[in-house]
């Protein structure tokens, strides 16, 4: 039986609550550990989508910011060579670039805050994850195995991690830095 069916419900949860409720706590909480697990894997994969959609339409409005330079260019060229239907017609297809690239640019922004809250969630379950890991080498006395099923979730569980203990290294150093003075 599934503890969540939400990625909210992962970083709200009190594991300490759950398990003192438990009829096996280790059992539990090794199936806690997995449904956290696909909750990451799920999570990783709407970071990539969220950070795609974001690229892409960044580089649809840089391609339509041109795109209205080269029409009002045109539209220069047309009237300095008095052919004023033409220079219109170009300055219709510079305000139809405008235009979309103001329809596009409410899209950028609702997909960049979706991968910023994205990226804020993947962190808060890396979080939790850590958690649930420690507290189960905690109630066997044994490192826990993480299955991870990609070499996709490979990766990224490592990169995670990386900077997760480059941040603590460098807080490690400010602290000594404190103790110093």
Sequence with gaps: MPHFSRLTDIITCSLTEILKTAADPAVTLQEIIGEMTEGL???????????SNSERLKREIAEYEAQVAVWKDRAKQNLAGSDEDAARNSLRRKVEMEDLIAGLRPEL?????????????????????AEALRKLEELTGQPPTVRLESETAVLFASAANQKRSATVEAELEALRRELQE
Excluded: G, W, Y
Aim: proline fraction near 0%.
């Design 41 to 51: 894997e799920a999570c990783r994969r709407n970071v990539r989508t969220s950070t």
């Design 109 to 129: 922004d609702a997909a960049l805050a979706t991968c910023q809250h994205m990226l804020r969630i993947q962190k808060a379950l890396e979080a939790r994850h």
